[in-house]
């Protein structure tokens, strides 16, 4: 019985990573935090990313790598942490917004 459950959560994330793989904005813009948690590691942080440089496209801002990247993704986290169920790109476009006089302008 215990295989079993193995097989079906390896089966269940297996099919995350290709979903994520494959989605358009459209599609990645409605998963959700829990859905999103739920996705090996690699295509997750892919997901997230992609999310984040559309958002901050639309709001003339670029992605830093230091740490004010570092704090972007830790309001991503705790965002997700109080509301599972939220899309993940709401909570990544939110903590844009909220950070987005300390980002870099878009060139």
């Known amino acids: 019985m215990r295989n079993l459950a193995v097989a079906g959560a390896l089966l269940v994330c297996f099919a995350s990573t290709v979903q994520a793989q494959s989605l358009n904005f459209e599609q990645a813009a409605y998963i959700t935090c829990r859905e999103a948690h739920a996705m090996q590691p690699d295509a997750r942080i892919a997901l997230a990313i992609s999310l984040a440089e559309h958002s901050a496209r639309a709001r003339g801002v670029a992605l830093p790598d230091d740490e004010r990247g570092g704090r ?10 109080l509301a599972p169920d939220a899309y993940l790109f ?10 987005k006089d300390k980002l870099p302008k878009r060139q």
């Open 90 to 99: 709401t909570v990544i476009d939110r903590a844009i917004l909220a950070e």
């Open 72 to 81: 972007l993704a830790l309001l991503v986290r705790g965002g997700c942490t």
